[in-house]
């Protein structure tokens, strides 16, 4: 019964814990936009949700045995490895950061961040109402 009340929670955590990573990551890339040589990089946000929801491994890596645990980097994403964006506009530098396609990236998932900030607080709320029999 637990179970089923908490399994969309920890869902929203998460979702929560991933669009935090990527802001980082977003982050990283704008403050590097004049940066030569440096690549930008992102994460498949839908294909990162799947992995930490099924607990699946990094690419290449099975568990074969029940005892085997997933390792998990210093950032969480061992098993959402970094990708590179696809370049947009050439520079003479190598740097590969598009600064209008970054910053658009990084309002998109803030907003996702908010909204799911409040999709959590919805939660909690209906959870307590239900507790408290209101």
Known sequence: MLEQLTGRLETLS??????????QILASNIANVDTPGYIARDIDFNAA????????A???M??????????TSR???????L???????????????????QRA?????AIRYESTLRFINGHVKTMLSAITGQ
């Open 62 to 71: 099975a568990n074969t045995h029940a005892g085997h645990r997933v390792i």
């Open 75 to 81: 950032d969480g994403l061992i098993g959402n490895p």
């Open 105 to 109: 990236n990084f309002t998109d998932n």
């Open 14 to 23: 998460s979702a929560l814990q991933l669009r935090a990573q990527r802001q």
């Open 49 to 56: 949700l799947q992995n930490a929801m099924t607990g699946s």
């Open 58 to 60: 990094a690419p290449g």
């Open 83 to 101: 990708a590179y964006t696809v370049q947009t506009q050439p520079s003479f530098d190598g740097n590969s950061v598009d600064l209008d396609q």
